[in-house]
């Protein structure tokens, strides 16, 4: 059965993974004792960097047996040190090439990278017409003949967060129609027709089951569930404006849709609600807050 672990958690497969990096990346022609002592640096080295930020080895087994390995480093080389994180080390043993193992590896590795907020990976190859197969795009030749590329960790969800008029609606449609990607606006599920609540409970089980989805843009606050949103996010737009331009954004919606029906909460007809203009009031200063602490530990390029 195929299993996907980080090296970090199966340490007895680490002299396999340094002596196998050894023989297909290392000094060629050495002998038995000087290549024994390659190993052991290799296995120090790999020991050692297991809690680097920006460093994962993740190996793929079939039950018990190695198949192969892949990672991302801080830096790989001494060319283009400016350059991090990088795609490096996707090896498939022979006996196991071409059964699609290696695209086993690189989806794993760029779901790791997608975890941890990095955005882009850079690779170096020799190889001619393979690295594109994942999504490789070239960038130059280095001086040791190696081709430089970057891949792009693709967003499949995003959040979109900030008082009442002020874009998020209209910014998730622009981005749903340029990034094809599935749009759901929190006051459709919210509101019936004719501007009637549903259940909250029953309004926030839909919205937790539709952020386990694959791909997603979400506009809406709803801070009962905003916490989870945020962490299933990989990016978070938030629409932070002054007072005035929350208050000018909604009357624009009222003058220019009154009695027209809303195209992001189908059945409802835009209206006056001085309830809701209140609440427009009085959100940089009793919700906005609540969001900054949220927010707080969110990594800068999440955000």
Request: glycine share 6%.
């Amino acid at each position: 059965m195929l299993k996907l672990s980080n090296l970090k958690d199966k340490p007895k497969y680490i002299e396999e993974v340094a002596t196998l990096t050894q023989n297909e990346w290392g000094e060629k022609s050495l002998s038995n004792e000087e290549f024994e002592l390659k190993v052991q640096a290799k296995i120090s080295k790999i020991k050692s960097h297991f809690n680097i930020p920006n460093y994962c080895k993740l190996i793929l087994l079939d039950d018990d047996i190695l198949i192969g390995f892949i990672s991302i480093f801080p830096s790989d080389g001494e060319e283009r040190q400016d350059l991090t994180p990088w795609y490096a080390t996707m090896y498939v043993k022979e006996e196991y090439r071409g059964k699609g193992y290696s695209k086993i590896l690189n989806d794993a590795i760029l779901g790791e990278a997608k975890k941890r907020n990095i955005t882009k990976l850079y690779l170096k190859s020799a190889l001619e017409n393979y690295y594109e197969k994942f999504g490789a795009k070239y960038i130059e030749t280095l001086s040791n003949g190696e081709k430089l590329f970057y891949i792009d960790i693709q967003i499949n969800r995003i959040s979109i967060i900030g008082g009442s008029g002020s874009g998020k609606s209209t910014l998730a449609e622009l981005l749903a129609s340029k990034l094809d990607l599935p749009l759901i606006h929190l006051d459709a599920i919210n509101y019936n027709s004719n501007w009637i609540q549903i259940d909250k409970n029953k309004r926030d089980s839909i919205i937790l089951k539709k952020i386990n989805n694959d791909k997603w843009i979400i506009d809406g606050n709803y801070n009962s569930t905003l916490k989870d949103r945020l962490d299933k996010a990989d990016l978070i737009i938030w629409l932070d404006y002054s007072t005035f331009a929350h208050l000018k954004g909604v009357f624009k919606r009222i003058i220019t849709g009154y009695k027209k029906e809303r195209p992001d909460i189908p059945g409802c007809k835009e209206r006056i609600n001085f309830k809701f203009i209140k609440y427009t009031i009085l959100y940089n200063k009793k919700k906005r807050p609540k969001i900054v602490k949220m927010l707080q530990n969110t990594p800068e390029n999440k955000l």
